[in-house]
């Protein structure tokens, strides 16, 4: 089963901007990939999914236009870029990886997960 390293978390201001990695221990380019999102006392959200092309994106509506999703398959990563951000976007960030390879539903269903990288948003 594949490994999902998350990071480039951190501590920062409302407005400010982050950029979260997750590099995988094996191929990726035939999956899927999605970030989620957990904060203190909700479920998890699924936040964004890229398809194994690495161009067609979805998004939750809470991040759209302030996120952006994308992948680098030669390396095995994908990346979020979190601008704009709100003490709300304060959470753990997950990367993960679709259940099934050459799907192209962007929302799911995830198999595999990293431990996450935290994000945390102050007023």
């Known amino acids: 089963q594949v490994q999902l390293v998350e990071s480039g978390g951190g501590s920062v201001q409302a407005g400010g901007s982050l950029r979260l990695s997750c590099v995988a221990s094996g191929r990726t380019n035939s999956y899927v990939m999605g970030w989620f999102r957990q904060a203190p006392g909700k479920e998890r959200e699924f936040v964004a999914g890229?398809?194994?092309?690495?161009?067609?994106?979805d998004y939750a509506d809470s991040v759209k236009g302030r996120f952006s999703i994308s992948r680098d398959n030669a390396k095995n990563t994908v990346y979020l870029r979190l601008n704009n951000l709100n003490p709300e976007d304060t959470a753990l960030y997950y990367c993960a990886q679709h259940q099934s390879p050459w799907r192209a539903t962007l929302k799911g269903p995830f198999g595999s997960w990293g431990q996450g990288t935290q994000v945390t948003v102050s007023s």
């Open positions: 890229i398809h194994w092309n690495g161009f067609t994106a």
